[in-house]
C-alpha cells in the first residue's frame, strides 16, 4: 500500500502563442498534446492555454512575445526569424542540413540543446526541441523543373532563409501568405509554391493549379520546431514542474514526427490519383543548390560570431552522422525500400 | 506571481529490473533518465530505483517478475521473450521489419501501442516504448561472407528471433553469454557473433579474433526497447503519476537513440582504424535471408492467432512506410551520404 502526503503545490496559467494556424493540424497539436501532459502531470494546477497564430499575437510574434514577457511561451518554427539573425535558421533547418533524427541526437545527446540555450539568452528565451515535420517535399511547380535554366527566373512562393539559395540560383522568391497562394499559384502570378509535405499540402489543393511535385525538399530535411520559453518565468517555476514541462515536450515531440510518418502516405497515394506527377530534383539542380547553400554558410561564417560558432559544431556532427548513417541505416532502409521483392 | 496551494501527493517506491548489464551502458542508461525525470517530476515522492540484470532476478526473468508483480517494472527487449509467443518480436524487431523512426510511428501514432497493450494483458503488462539502438551492425565474422554457401553451416552467436531465419539460410545459430563471445570466437568455437553496434562492439573487443564486419543487421532495422509495467501497480497510480511516468519513458526513448547516434561515429571510425574491414551483405544473401522471414511470418501467421492480428497491422504500416520513404526521406539522405561534394 502507499501512504498519501501532504505536499504544497502551485497553481500556474501560462499561454502559448502557436505560430500556426489549426488548420496546420499535424503542427498545431503537438503544442495541445504538451499542454495536456503538463496539465495531466499537475492534476490541472500547471495550466497551459494554447493560442494559435494570430489569436493573441502575430504568427511571426511569438519571439517579441516571449522575450518581452507578455506571454509565458511558445511553439514555433525557429526559421522565421532569421531576420533577427540567420543562426536561428540552425535551430530548425537549413538546406542539406541534418534529418529529422540527426536533429534530435544533435539536440538531445549533442552540443545542440547547450548551444541554443547560450544563444536565446539575448531573447529571454529557454528552448525546447519540441517536434519534426520529417524530410518535406520540394514543392508545386506549373511546369517541370530539369535544369538550372528552369529555375532562373522562377517565381517561388518559398519562406525565409532558404530563399536566399533560391536567390543564389536565380529564382524570385515570393512572400506570400499560406491561404493567398492557392490564387497566386493558379492565376499564374507564381510558377511554384512549397508548403510542407502531402498531407498539409492536399488540404490547399495545390495540385489543381500545379500538377508537378519535386522532391526532396533539400531546404527542409528534417525541420525541427521549437518550445520557447520565457527566461523569467521558467526560473520561476517549481522544480518538479520544470521536470514535466521538459517531459512533456519530449512527448510531444516525439508524437509530432510518428503523426506526420502515419499521414503523409495516405496523403501522397491520394496526391497522385488525383494525377499529381511526383519528380525527383536532378543532380544538377541539387548540386547547384547544395554548393550554393555551402557558399552561403561561409559568407554568415565570415560575418556572424554567433552563426560561426553554432554551424561549425552543427555541420561537424552532420559530417560524422552522414558517414555513418551510410553504414548499417541507409543500407537497410534502401533494400527495403528498392531491393525487396513483392512477397510479404 | 503564483499562489501556493496544498495538495496529497503520493509516496511510491517502485522497483525497475533491466534485462541489461551497466556495460551496456547506453541502453542501461535509458532507465536512468527515465527513473530520474520521475523523481524530479515528483519532487522525489515516486522513487524507482533501477536494477541491472542479475542483481534482482536474472535478465530474462523479467516478463515473469513483472507479471507475478514481484517487482513493478522492467526494462528489455521485448524478442528475448519469443519463447513464450513469437509475437513478443514485433514489439521490438524482426527481420525486414521497421525502422528505428517507422517503430515509433507505428507505436506512438499508428495501432502498435493499442494492440501490444491487448496483447500484454495476458502478462499483467502495460507497456511503453522506451528507447531504440537504430539499426544494428551484422556482426563479425572470422571469414568473408560472399554467398549463401559461406552461411551454410557457419556458427553464429546469434540471440533469439532472428536464430530461426538463420536456422533457414542453413546456419548453425548459437546461444552463448554476451561474456563468453570473445573467447568462442577466437578459439574457433564460432565463426561470427553478433552483438550491437559500433559502441556496444568495440568494448568486447571482436576485432581482435574476427575481422570482418559486416552490415546491415537485416534482423534488426531499428529494434525498439520496452518499458513494461505490472498492470495492478500501473492502476494503483494516481492519474499525475500516470502522466509523469507516461512522459518520462517517452524523453528517455528520444533520449536513447539519440545517445546511439552520438556514440556510434566515432566508435567505427576507431575500428575501422584498428584493422576491421567493414563489408556489406551481398543482394544475394540479403534476398535470400528476406525470403526466409517472409515465409516464416507466413507460417506463424497461420499458426498463431495473436502473430496474424499484430503482424497484419505492421506489415500493412511498413509497406506504407516504405513507400513514403522513398520520396522525401531517402532522396534527401542518399545524396546527403553520395551525392554531394566535400565543400562546407
Not at 488548420?23 to 490541472?44: H, M, P, S, W
Not at 519571439?63 to 509565458?72: C, I, L, M, R
Not at 521538459?246 to 501522397?268: E, K
Not at 499529381?276 to 536532378?282: A, D
Request: positive net charge; aromatic residues 14%.
Amino acid at each position: 500500500g502507499v501512504a498519501p502526503a501532504v505536499h504544497a503545490q502551485t497553481d500556474i496559467r501560462w499561454r502559448l502563442v502557436s505560430s500556426f494556424p489549426k488548420t496546420l493540424d499535424t503542427i498545431y497539436i503537438a503544442a495541445e498534446v504538451f499542454a495536456k501532459k503538463v496539465a495531466e502531470a499537475t492534476n490541472g494546477r500547471f495550466i497551459i492555454s494554447v493560442h494559435a497564430g494570430g489569436e493573441l499575437v502575430p504568427p511571426l510574434g511569438v519571439v517579441d512575445a516571449v522575450q518581452q514577457g507578455t506571454v509565458e511561451c511558445a511553439h514555433t518554427s525557429p526559421y522565421y526569424f532569421f531576420g533577427k539573425d540567420d543562426t536561428f535558421a540552425i535551430d530548425c533547418a537549413i538546406p542539406f542540413g541534418l534529418n529529422s533524427r540527426q536533429m534530435s541526437a544533435w539536440t538531445y545527446e549533442g552540443n545542440g540543446l547547450q548551444l541554443f540555450r547560450e544563444f536565446y539568452r539575448n531573447y529571454n528565451i529557454v528552448n525546447f526541441a519540441m517536434g519534426n515535420t520529417g524530410a518535406q517535399m520540394g514543392g508545386w511547380y506549373r511546369h517541370e523543373i530539369k535544369t538550372l535554366a528552369d529555375i532562373r527566373g522562377l517565381k517561388i512562393r518559398i519562406g525565409g532563409f532558404s530563399g536566399k539559395v533560391f536567390s543564389a540560383l536565380g529564382a524570385v522568391p515570393q512572400s506570400i501568405p499560406g491561404g493567398e497562394t492557392y490564387q497566386a499559384l493558379e492565376k499564374g502570378v507564381i510558377d511554384a509554391a512549397e508548403w510542407v509535405g502531402p498531407y498539409d499540402d492536399e488540404k490547399f489543393g495545390f495540385y489543381k493549379v500545379a500538377k508537378h511535385y519535386y522532391y526532396p525538399g533539400w531546404w527542409e530535411g528534417g525541420p525541427q520546431l521549437a518550445l520557447y520559453v520565457n527566461a523569467k518565468a521558467w526560473e520561476q517555476l517549481p522544480a518538479d514542474y520544470k521536470a514535466i514541462l521538459t517531459t512533456a515536450a519530449s512527448h510531444a515531440h516525439v508524437h509530432m514526427q510518428a503523426r506526420y510518418d502515419v499521414v503523409n502516405p495516405p496523403a501522397l497515394k491520394r496526391l497522385v490519383a488525383k494525377g499529381t506527377q511526383v519528380h525527383r530534383f536532378s543532380p544538377q539542380i541539387m548540386q547547384a543548390a547544395y554548393d550554393a547553400s555551402m557558399a552561403l554558410y561561409s559568407d554568415l561564417s565570415a560575418k556572424n560570431p554567433a552563426w560561426r560558432k553554432i554551424y561549425a559544431d552543427y555541420a561537424a556532427f552532420r559530417d560524422e552522422q552522414v558517414l555513418w548513417a551510410r553504414f548499417a541505416e541507409a543500407s537497410f532502409d534502401q533494400f527495403m525500400q528498392t531491393g525487396r521483392n513483392k512477397k510479404r
